[in-house]
């Protein structure tokens, strides 16, 4: 392993291992999306609430990233990225396979709170690239990133719509009669569960490890679970990094807010003031929401980094996904689809302005002996508010999804658009705004 101009050099394949790490991780991720709701209702008793089920399935996972994003940061800072995120992958198949055989809901809960651990590595994917990129290139390999990310999410939500309920398919009937009749969400899970062990297989044989002996002899040991949440402390006390953490978490928790209750909006009847979506037809709109995401993060979040600097970007991209996300249910009946479609790019193109600005603001401001647990800090920072919001926005939609006052269905999304605005106010006034443009000049040479 050598070092030049600060960081890691590896082979030119290991960028592109990550990338298909990450692709086939969001790929899983994604594939549960349009069914998750459906088959909490399937699996449901009369009377039980699916708000709530919904949001304990997703805080559970949310929980246990929270409790182990920390953990893993810290652990790949001493050990390695490369085994961690090896783990991450096939323990990411044991969990899906787990799910899709799920027969109640306790079951479901379980499989996806030890999705929740083995996944939450995604802040070392994050530390990896720090570690091997030159300052000016961070912003672009921050958007490549989530260029994976967009990808799998717009590949996994179709798959899930598609292969979910094959015994129901009206063109064969090869699945009547099987496990799949039983398990009508076992096939996409399986799908998913084979996606990460090839991404496993692919790390095994061309992954190289990006941080170098001197810096992991650096890293401080860190084994416990207390130690790992007092490291959330510290970086809350440092005046740049610290808003950069609370504006995500704001933000994440409205944008949370909106996974709970989309498809509980979409999918309520059109009598009811919902636009009466199926499985595939919430597939199609989170495929174009991947599809925005590819675009933003692909091909403009670099030249428009280079133009205005990520600080700016950053900003107006929380107002940008906030417009987009308290505009939901606002969407004209009669263009059911092609509004609702409409509005997700618009969140779609925030958040792709949001997430590699902050990652980018997030690489400068650290070094690389505790890259790792920053990245760690902020990946469980965004658990922690994925639980909030799924929490916050389940007991919102039971409690509000049948009122019509004031505080009727619309309350939940109303919500998301005030978080994403508190997350600009925490932003825009404080230190860290502007911060990296002092440190390279928007448009300068590196």
């Known amino acids: 392993m050598r070092t030049q101009w600060g960081v890691s050099v590896v082979r030119k394949s290991s960028m592109a291992i990550i990338f298909i790490v990450i692709l086939v991780d969001m790929i899983g991720f994604g594939i549960i999306v349009p069914f998750l709701t459906y088959m909490v209702e399937s699996l449901s008793h009369p009377g039980q609430q699916i708000g709530r089920w919904v949001a304990g399935l997703m805080a559970a996972y949310a929980a246990a990233m929270f409790l182990f994003s920390p953990f893993w940061g810290a652990l790949s800072d001493r050990v390695g990225r490369r085994p961690v995120l090896m783990f991450g992958l096939f323990g990411n198949s044991v969990a899906f396979i787990v799910f899709g055989l799920s027969n109640s809901l306790w079951m479901a809960l379980g499989a996806r709170l030890f999705a929740g651990i083995v996944n939450a590595n995604l802040s070392v994917t994050r530390a990896y690239i720090g570690d091997i990129s030159k300052p000016h290139e961070v912003a672009r390999r921050q958007g490549m990133l989530g260029v994976a990310f967009g990808v799998g999410f717009s590949i996994g939500p179709a798959i899930g719509g598609v292969l979910s309920a094959p015994a129901d398919w009206t063109w064969t009937d090869a699945f009547v009669g099987t496990i799949f009749e039983t398990y009508p969400y076992l096939l996409p899970c399986l799908v998913s569960a084979l996606l990460s062990f090839v991404g496993f297989l692919f790390a095994t044989v061309k992954l190289d490890e990006s941080l170098t002996k001197e810096v992991g002899e650096q890293a401080e040991t860190r084994e416990s679970l207390k130690s790992n949440l007092a490291n959330i402390g510290k970086m809350f006390n440092r005046p740049v990094v610290s808003p950069l953490l609370w504006s995500m978490a704001f933000y994440w928790i409205g944008f949370t807010i909106m996974h709970v209750v989309f498809i509980l909006f979409t999918m309520r009847a059109i009598s009811e003031g919902g636009f009466g979506f199926s499985e ?167």
């Open 280 to 446: 595939s037809d919430n597939g199609i709109i989170f495929t174009v929401i991947g599809i925005s995401g590819i675009i933003t993060q692909g091909g403009l979040i670099g030249p428009l980094t280079e133009k205005f600097g990520s600080s700016k970007l950053m900003a107006n991209g929380f107002l940008i996904a906030g417009l987009g996300l308290s505009s939901i249910p606002y969407v004209p009946l009669e263009y059911a689809m092609i509004g609702t479609i409409s509005v997700s790019m618009l969140i779609a193109f925030g958040n792709g302005l949001v997430t590699p600005s902050n990652m980018t603001l997030l690489t400068h401001v650290s070094d690389s002996h505790e890259r790792g647990t920053i990245m760690g800090v902020s990946e469980s920072l965004r658990s922690i508010s994925s639980l909030l919001g799924v929490l916050i926005g389940g007991w919102v939609w039971d409690y509000t999804f049948s009122r019509s006052d004031m505080f009727d269905f619309h309350t939940s999304f109303h919500l998301c658009g005030i978080f994403s605005l508190l997350a600009w106010l925490f932003f825009r006034f404080s230190k860290a705004w502007e911060f990296e443009e002092n440190l390279f000049p928007v448009g300068g040479e590196e």
